[in-house]
């Protein structure tokens, strides 16, 4: 073995770093878009995603076939339509096993659902949006649903605001002069009642999102520390607004930030007082 090699990171060749054509297989760069939006559509024909992705027909029905090879998607023989496959949910498992985050929530989300009689949610941030990873849904017939996965824009989520107002002030800054997407007449797309918003969500240790995503649904979350005290993940409850009320927020924040703080003891974070919050 030559001295080149030795210092070479492993997994990673010469050329790790160069990111140009030369380095990339445009084959798989289309697979990954085609599997990407049928993940965000859930459900689609073939016409369809084709003119979603913007590739021909042909094309896209080759990815598909491919990666249904790999049970990666599945086609529904009664209406010709495509779906995300059993095998992509075993490949983005290895990325949930990494860490022992979502194997340790499902206790305290238990008890906070049953304790709140709401669907609780587990999310962190992954490139500036907010991934949710868990979910315990209330056996409620009206209620939320955001099954591992999916990801929400950070400004409008209870989950993304908590995450947001523990980022470092550089990137927080960053992230508040980005134009901020309006959902609903509740939407916080001012930058300066955004920041007042996560000011007030760092001395208080929780955040709610009032009908701010969705109208008529309300969700309170507060954060998970690991045991360096960072804020890694964010801990919810969700539902409609003639449950989740306002009247209730106080003593429902309790009960998020209870089963927030039990999950960031099992990770290792000390206890904190809710004078450290």
């Known amino acids: ?49 084709a003119e979603a992705t913007g590739d021909p ?16 998607v599945e086609l529904d023989p009664a209406d010709q339509t495509w779906h995300v496959g059993p095998g992509a949910f075993q490949i983005g498992s290895a990325f ?33 949006s907010v991934l949710f990873v868990s979910q ?22 209870g989950i993304g605001k908590v995450l947001l107002a523990a980022m470092p002030e550089e990137r927080r800054g960053a992230f508040l002069a980005a134009p901020l997407e309006q959902f609903t007449p509740s939407t916080l797309t001012d930058p300066d ?18 009908e701010e995503r969705n109208e008529g649904m309300r969700c309170i979350a507060a954060p998970v520390r690991n045991l360096h005290g960072e804020v890694v993940a964010g801990l919810s409850i969700s539902g409609p607004t003639s449950r989740v009320t306002r009247a209730r927020t106080e003593a ?4 998020v930030r209870t089963a927030a703080d039990t999950l960031s003891t099992l990770l290792g974070a000390r206890p904190v007082g809710r004078h450290d919050a």
Do not use: C
């Open 193 to 210: 009642a955004l920041a007042a918003d996560l000011t007030r969500i760092a001395d208080q240790g929780y955040a709610v999102d009032d």
């Open 252 to 255: 429902l924040s309790e009960d």
């Open 57 to 72: 027909a042909a094309s896209v029905y080759r990815v598909l076939v491919t990666l249904q090879a790999h049970g990666i």
């Open 136 to 157: 315990i849904e209330t056996h409620a017939p009206i209620r939320a649903f955001f099954p591992p996965g999916t990801q929400a824009v950070m400004h409008s989520s």
């Open 96 to 128: 949930l096993r990494r860490t022992s985050l979502v194997e340790r929530a499902r206790e305290p989300m238990r008890a906070l659902m049953e304790a709140t009689g709401e669907t609780a949610n587990l999310g962190i941030e992954r490139q500036g």
């Open 1 to 49: 073995m030559t001295r080149s090699d030795e210092s070479r990171p492993r997994g990673r060749p010469r050329a790790w770093s160069d990111k140009t054509d030369q380095n990339t297989i445009k084959a798989v760069d289309r697979a990954m878009h085609v599997l990407s939006v049928l993940a965000q559509l859930e459900t689609s024909t073939l016409s369809n995603l």
